[in-house]
Nanobody, 120 residues
């Protein structure tokens, strides 16, 4: 079975940083694009960032220049570095597996999520 397990969330002050991790298993991690999506309280899912197998990366305008996505294929792990956090970044963050090697905004499996709360 495909499994995605996120970690690294927490409470941080505005301007702070966090590093999210997603441990993947049950599929050939290096062969697939991966992405992060988030859901703020009372809102729908928002695509945050994606990375292909090559890897090439893409970001939502709301997080560009503040967040960095990366992957370690040897460890089957996806990362998201969150810098200069804002209160509006408060959300549950989910790791998701792309449908193929370059699908960075369509996923077929999503993890359980890790909560990020930005508050003073």
């Amino acid at each position: 079975d495909v499994q995605l397990v996120e970690s690294g969330g927490g409470l941080v002050q505005p301007g702070g940083s966090l590093r999210l991790s997603c441990s993947a298993s049950g599929f050939s991690f290096s062969s697939y694009a991966m992405m992060w999506v988030r859901q703020a309280p009372g809102k729908g899912l928002e695509w945050v960032s994606g990375i292909t197998r090559f890897p090439t990366t893409a970001y939502a305008n709301s997080v560009k220049d503040r967040f960095t996505i990366s992957r370690d294929n040897a460890k089957n792990t996806l990362y998201l570095q969150l810098n200069s956090l804002k209160t509006e970044d408060t959300a549950m963050y989910f790791c998701a597996k792309g449908r193929d090697f370059q699908s960075i905004n369509e996923y077929d499996v999503r993890g359980q999520g890790t909560q990020v709360t930005v508050s003073s």
